[in-house]
């Protein structure tokens, strides 16, 4: 049965919005009707109560379920300080939120240990999945077995908890055989301090031989994280695309945004900040990047959402996609972003905005 997501007002989110999962057996006693539409019950925050969240989806067969958008940590000890990081984690785990992204690389560390300093003072680690990367720490660069090793004993020092849920490889080492990248993290499943691995920006053959390595006993491979959005189809779209269909790989592509510009408030160039995020959103001004912009406002009107949303939806309309990770640099962008995942484009406007995006 075909999944239809639909977004409406409920007295029970504090936000002002429910979102809620139509069309999907129910699976477990956590599963709830509302209006007749099968949701999930989550436990919120004291203030706002209990919240309807989309049924959540896995990521592979890691044993984890999200929801349909994992908040990014990127920015968190860069541009956002400890306060505003706390605030925007509060009110991404107050409406549903349970993936959060980083790695350790992240401002040398700082995201890792701001996440662990949130969950531990909220008491949210058992609501919240973690995925964190490693591979490009100035202390533990590449994917020797002993940088592995000490790069995720640093990371879980840094985010207060016995077990990473999801561990990248953040971006491939060519001078390191895979198998011995792959071995050193079968020891860290056996120890418990990882559950699950993916794999960030791999190329197909390298994902390919991954999985023939999978075959002969090494971990598998369950998640690959890559950049993908409206304006930089091309790299993951062939190749790429194929190998993840075929080997079921859940794909968590960041940048989804193309570093907010498709939020759609960078118009001109008297828009662009001037930083580097001012930089990136610089390059897509232009006549492919108004004529996407143009698509995603006429789609967002016909929805009543904001562009931001739009955006994300048409990733999750994509068959590999199971969940885009984004930032957001203020707490009440949140909605927006998490919203996506109760947008239903209709066929006629995923093909419009594949048309625009051309």
């Known amino acids: 049965m075909a999944r239809r997501h639909v977004y409406r007002a409920h007295e029970s989110n504090g936000a002002g919005a429910a979102l809620v999962l139509a069309d999907a057996p129910a699976?477990?006693?956590?599963?709830?009707?509302?209006?007749?539409?099968?949701?999930?019950?989550?436990?919120?925050?004291?203030?706002?109560?209990?919240?309807?969240?989309?049924?959540?989806?896995?990521?592979?067969?890691?044993?984890?379920?999200?929801?349909?958008?994992?908040?990014g940590g990127s920015t968190f000890g860069w541009t956002l300080s400890t306060e505003q990081a706390f605030d925007v984690l509060d009110r991404f785990a107050g409406i549903g939120g349970s993936l959060v992204d980083?790695?350790?690389?992240?401002?040398?560390?700082?995201?890792?240990?701001?996440?662990?300093?949130?969950?531990?003072?909220?008491?949210t680690r058992d609501r919240m999945a973690i995925a964190t990367k490693v591979g490009h720490h100035p202390d533990h660069r590449g994917l020797s077995p002993a940088d592995i090793a000490a790069a995720v004993d640093d990371s879980l020092l840094r985010l207060g908890i016995e077990r990473i849920d999801l561990?990248?490889?953040?971006?491939?080492?060519?001078?390191?055989?895979?198998?011995?990248?792959?071995?050193?993290?079968?020891?860290?499943?056996?120890?418990?301090?990882?559950?699950?691995?993916?794999?960030?920006?791999?190329?197909p053959e390298r994902l390919i031989e991954a999985r023939v390595?999978?075959?002969?006993?090494?971990?598998?491979?369950?998640a690959?994280?890559?950049?993908?959005?409206?304006?930089?189809?091309?790299?993951?779209?062939?190749?790429?695309?194929l190998v993840a269909h075929a080997q079921g790989l859940a794909v968590l592509p960041y940048f989804g945004l193309a570093s907010g510009f498709l939020g759609g408030q960078v118009r001109r160039r008297a828009d662009v900040r001037h930083d580097a995020r001012g930089e990136r959103q610089a390059r897509y001004l232009g006549r492919r990047g108004h004529r996407v912009?143009?698509?995603?406002?006429?789609?967002?009107?016909?929805?009543?959402?904001?562009?931001?949303?739009?955006?994300?939806?048409?990733l999750l309309a994509?068959?590999?996609v199971v969940a885009p990770v984004v930032s957001a640099s203020r707490p009440d962008q949140v909605e927006a972003l998490m919203a996506a995942a109760s947008v239903e484009l209709q066929r006629s406007e995923i093909v419009e905005l594949d048309r625009a995006s051309d």
């Open 293 to 314: 912009l143009a698509a995603v406002d006429e789609i967002a009107f016909a929805h009543g959402v904001q562009p931001a949303t739009i955006a994300l939806a048409w």
């Open 224 to 241: 690959l994280t890559t950049k993908y959005n409206l304006l930089e189809r091309r790299p993951f779209e062939g190749a790429p695309e």
């Open 318 to 320: 994509k068959p590999t």
């Open 102 to 123: 980083t790695a350790d690389s992240y401002a040398a560390g700082r995201s890792e240990s701001i996440i662990g300093k949130w969950m531990d003072s909220r008491g």
């Open 167 to 203: 561990l990248y490889f953040h971006g491939d080492d060519a001078a390191v055989p895979l198998e011995e990248s792959l071995g050193a993290v079968d020891a860290l499943i056996a120890a418990g301090k990882v559950g699950a691995i993916g794999a960030a920006d791999f190329s």
């Open 27 to 71: 699976h477990d006693d956590q599963v709830d009707t509302f209006d007749g539409l099968h949701v999930e019950v989550l436990a919120s925050n004291l203030l706002s109560g209990p919240i309807n969240v989309p049924r959540r989806v896995p990521i592979g067969d890691t044993g984890i379920e999200v929801h349909p958008l994992a908040l």
């Open 213 to 222: 390595l999978a075959a002969n006993g090494l971990p598998r491979f369950q």
